[in-house]
C-alpha cells in the first residue's frame, strides 16, 4: 500500500515537473535558461561602437542576445524590404527616410509605437520623417546635413571663406584651383549625385513640393530649375573644379583626397566627418553650401536630413525585447555615445556635444536648412532618373537632352 502511494506521489510529482517546464519554456530565459537572440540591421559602418552598445546592452538584459549585421548603404536601399519581409532578421532595423520608409509602411513593415515612452526622449520637431497619419512608425537616430565638409585650415591659408552665391563659389573653387588645390572632390561612382543634388537645386527650386508635383505631373524635369541645376553641374566640371575621373571615384576614394588635403571639400556631408578624422585628426572641419543663385535671391543656407530610423519589425518574434533593444538606443546616455564617438547628431533630448567635429558645426542647428529633396522623391525609378542625369551632363551630355532623357522614365512610371 505504501508502495503504490510513494508510485502516485512520484507520478505527481513528474506531472507538475512537466507542467512547470511547459510554462516557463520558450523564451522565458528567466526560468529556461535560454537567450532571446533578436536581430539588428542597418548600414552604419562604425561597427565599434556599436558593438560596445550592443555588449552593454546584454550586460544589462541577460536575458536577450543581440546578432548585429550591417550593409552597404546603397545595397540597403534596394534588399532591406525583403530581409524584413518574414520577420527571421531585423527585428530591429534602420531605414531611410523617403521613398524606402514610404514602401516599408505601405508593406506593413513598421510596428506603430505611438505611445511608446521612450519616443518622448526624442526631439518632436525632428522626428516628424518617421511619422504617418498621424503614427509613429520610426525614429530617426541621425540628423546629419548633406552639404560638403571644408578644410578650414586651408580656407584660412588661402584668406578664404564660405561664399553667399553662385559667382562667389566658382571664384573660390578657381583660387583653389589655381593653388594645385582640387576645390570639391567628388564620389560620383557612388554618393555623390544623390548628395551634392540637395544643396545645388535647393535655391533653384525653393518649393518644397517641387518633387510632390514633378511625382503628380504638375512640374517636369525639362523645367528651367532642374535645367539649370544640371548646366551648374556641368559648369563645375567643364572648369576642372572635380577631381579628375570624377565618375569612377567612390566615396572611399574621394574621402582619401580630402584627407591628404588635395581636395578643399568633399561633396558628401556631416557623415563622412568621422571618417576624415579618423583618416586625419588633425583637419579642422566646417560645413559650406554652394549658394547657386544671387545673395539677395537665396532662401535657403544648407539641407538637413533626419535618417537612420530605427524601426520594430511588425513581424518580429519577440517585439517586446525588441523594443526593449530600442528603448535602451533611446536613453540619453546611449545617444550621447553614439553621438559623440561617431560624430554625429542625434536628436535625442539633452545630449552634451563633445566631439570636435560636432562642436564645429553646432551652429547649422540655428541656420535656415532645408529638409534633403530627394527623400522626397517617393519613387525608387524616379530618384535614380534624376540623379543619372547628373551623371550624364559630368559624362558630356547637353544639360538640356540629360534633363529630356530624365523625364521620359519620369513619364513611363507616372503613366504605369
Known amino acids: 500500500m505504501k508502495k503504490k502511494k510513494r508510485s502516485a506521489l512520484a507520478m505527481l510529482t513528474l506531472v507538475f515537473s ?77 531605414s531611410f527616410p523617403g521613398a524606402q520608409f514610404e514602401s516599408l509602411a505601405k508593406a506593413g513593415i513598421y510596428t506603430d509605437l505611438t505611445g511608446e515612452s521612450f519616443v518622448d526622449n526624442y526631439k518632436p520637431d525632428l522626428i516628424k520623417s518617421g511619422a504617418k497619419e498621424d503614427k509613429q512608425y520610426a525614429l530617426p537616430y541621425n540628423l546629419i546635413y548633406n552639404i560638403p565638409v571644408y578644410n578650414v585650415g586651408l580656407f584660412e591659408k588661402y584668406g578664404l571663406t564660405p561664399p553667399d552665391d553662385w559667382e562667389g563659389f566658382l571664384a573660390l573653387c578657381e583660387k583653389l584651383k589655381s593653388e594645385g588645390i582640387i576645390p570639391l572632390a567628388f564620389p560620383g561612382a557612388d554618393i555623390g549625385p544623390g548628395q551634392f543634388m540637395n544643396p545645388m537645386m535647393m535655391n533653384n527650386a525653393p518649393d518644397e513640393e517641387i518633387f510632390a508635383k514633378l511625382e503628380a505631373g504638375d512640374a517636369k524635369l525639362t523645367d528651367e530649375w532642374w535645367v539649370k541645376t544640371l548646366a551648374q553641374f556641368k559648369e563645375l566640371n567643364d572648369k576642372g573644379y572635380f577631381q579628375d575621373g570624377a565618375l569612377g571615384t567612390n566615396t572611399d576614394g574621394a574621402i582619401a583626397l580630402f584627407v591628404q588635403e588635395k581636395a578643399a571639400m568633399l ?123 547628373i551623371q550624364e551632363v559630368i559624362s558630356g551630355t547637353s544639360p538640356e537632352k540629360a534633363a529630356q532623357n530624365a523625364q521620359v522614365i519620369v513619364d513611363q512610371q507616372l503613366n504605369q
Open 267 to 389: 561633396a558628401t556631408g556631416s557623415y563622412s566627418m568621422s571618417a576624415i578624422l579618423a583618416g586625419n585628426p588633425d583637419l579642422s572641419l566646417n560645413l559650406l553650401a554652394p549658394i547657386t543663385v544671387a545673395s539677395s535671391e537665396a532662401k535657403y543656407e544648407g539641407i538637413h536630413t533626419t535618417t537612420f530610423m530605427l524601426g520594430v519589425n511588425s513581424k518580429s518574434k519577440h517585439p517586446e525585447e525588441a523594443k526593449k533593444f530600442l528603448a535602451y538606443l533611446s536613453s540619453t546616455e546611449v545617444a550621447s555615445k553614439v553621438a559623440n564617438e561617431t560624430e554625429q547628431d542625434v536628436p535625442v533630448k539633452d545630449i552634451e556635444y563633445t566631439a570636435p567635429a560636432l562642436q564645429a558645426i553646432s551652429d547649422w542647428s540655428t541656420k535656415n536648412t532645408r529638409f534633403q529633396p530627394r527623400y522626397l522623391i517617393k519613387s525608387i525609378e524616379i530618384q535614380k532618373a534624376v540623379t543619372s542625369s
Open 18 to 94: 512537466l507542467a512547470l517546464s511547459a510554462c516557463g519554456g520558450g523564451n522565458n530565459a528567466s526560468s529556461s535558461g535560454d537567450q532571446v537572440k533578436i536581430s539588428f540591421i542597418h548600414w552604419n559602418s562604425d561597427a565599434k561602437v556599436w558593438n560596445e552598445i550592443i555588449s552593454n546592452f546584454e550586460t544589462d538584459n541577460p536575458g536577450i542576445k543581440v546578432s548585429m549585421q550591417t550593409f552597404p548603404s546603397e545595397q540597403y536601399q534596394t534588399t532591406a524590404q525583403a530581409k524584413l519581409m518574414d520577420g527571421s532578421v531585423g527585428d530591429v532595423f534602420a
